[in-house]
């Protein structure tokens, strides 16, 4: 009976602080594995874009995980043109004051434990129109 009990007033709880198990939850953009995560769907659009500059993150609007099999993100950015060429990449690449920021959203899935990573999907204007 108290089992019951215990298992109904967790399920409220649950609901009525929005701590649903598997749902999506925020999370913060400093959080090692958000940056782990951004850093990851940074480098796959920069391998994809035709573009000689590195593009890089201006503004983190929005993160969001979720607990499935392992961690999905997901990373709503403004992204910009970096003033470093792709073929001498550097730690810190200035953007410039006239860069153009888009937005772009990167979902993607980590399991750390066995150091697996992969973009599910990325949701960005083409790069050659920014």
């Not at 573009?51 to 403004?78: C, F, H, P």
């Not at 970096?82 to 073929?87: E, F, N």
Request: charged share 20%; hydrophobic share 40%; net charge neutral.
């Amino acid at each position: 009976m108290w089992k019951a009990i215990f298992l109904v007033y967790t399920a409220v709880f649950a609901v009525s602080s929005g701590l649903m198990p598997g749902g999506f939850q925020d999370v913060d953009p400093n959080d090692e594995g958000v940056k782990g995560a951004l850093n990851f769907a940074v480098v796959q659009h920069n391998r994809a874009s035709n573009d000689m500059y590195l593009r890089q993150v201006a503004e983190v609007v929005k993160v969001q995980r979720q607990v499935v099999s392992g961690l999905k993100y997901v990373i709503t950015v403004n992204m910009a043109r970096s003033l470093c060429r792709k073929s001498s990449p550097q730690e810190v690449c200035e953007i410039p004051q006239s860069a153009q920021p888009y937005q772009c959203t990167f979902t993607v899935w980590t399991r750390p434990w066995v150091n697996e990573v992969k973009l599910l999907n990325e949701t960005c204007p083409p790069t050659n129109d920014v």
